[in-house]
């Protein structure tokens, strides 16, 4: 029951949040499964293609918005590299 609790406080914190869509849920559920994957460890390391897989998202445009709105509102920490062939640092504060 642990691993749901982020995705719990995530609901909470969201509620009220007039900014958030589906598109954002999707990438912050993807994003807790993609943690889980590798032992809920925080921060994670990802390439954009793994979390979109999961988020069922295609659009690298729609990915990028909803992952930096992410960032911005305070529900993730992204640390994007410039380097293709390096992986993203995500860090979870919810």
Known sequence: MEQLNP???????IEKDQRISI?????????????ANQGNI?????YRHEIMKIAKITGPVTYHRCIKD???YGYINYV????RNQKSVIYFLV
Not at 23 to 32: C, E, V, W
Not at 80 to 83: A, F, L, T
């Open 7 to 13: 995705l719990t406080e995530f609901f909470r914190s």
């Open 23 to 35: 598109t954002h849920i999707g990438i912050f559920a993807a994003l807790l499964q993609f943690r």
């Open 42 to 46: 925080n921060p994670i390391k990802a």
């Open 70 to 72: 992410l960032n911005e």
């Open 80 to 83: 994007p590299k410039k380097n």
